[in-house]
């Protein structure tokens, strides 16, 4: 499966981004999906999950209450809506499918990668 990842920008301390990811190539409604960030000099860190039907859901302890995974499987696209941001969320934004329907906390366990987009939260 192909990913696009989109949506990122410069926005200010307490503003809002939406990101979306659209798959192509094969059932995007088989594969568990993940959104990923990556900061200058940190490790690659799972922000949130979503199942393949998206019943269920995971995210980060740090983002919780203020970002939101969604997907349209009639779309082929995921979304990931991020509201309150803090300098602290700046980093560049990977979706990810996984290998089967659930979803996984381990970017191993991702098969396919979008090119990432950036996202900047000035202070």
């Known amino acids: 499966v192909q990913l696009q990842a989109s949506g990122g920008g410069l926005v200010q301390t307490g503003g809002s981004l939406r990101l979306s990811c659209a798959a192509s190539g094969r059932t995007f409604s088989n594969y568990g999906m993940g959104w990923f960030r990556q900061a200058p000099g940190k490790e690659r860190e799972l922000v949130a999950a979503?199942?393949?039907?998206?019943?269920?859901?995971y995210y980060k302890d740090s983002v919780k209450g203020r970002f939101t995974i969604s997907r349209d499987n009639a779309k082929s696209t995921m979304y990931l809506q991020m509201n309150s941001l803090k300098p602290e969320d700046a980093a560049v934004y990977y979706c990810?499918?996984?290998?089967?329907?659930?979803?996984?906390?381990?970017?191993?366990?991702?098969?396919?990668w979008g090119q990432g987009t950036q996202v900047t939260v000035s202070s």
């Open positions: 990810a499918a996984a290998g089967s329907s659930f979803y996984y906390t381990r970017a191993t366990e991702y098969d396919y």
């Open positions: 979503i199942s393949a039907s998206g019943r269920i859901a």
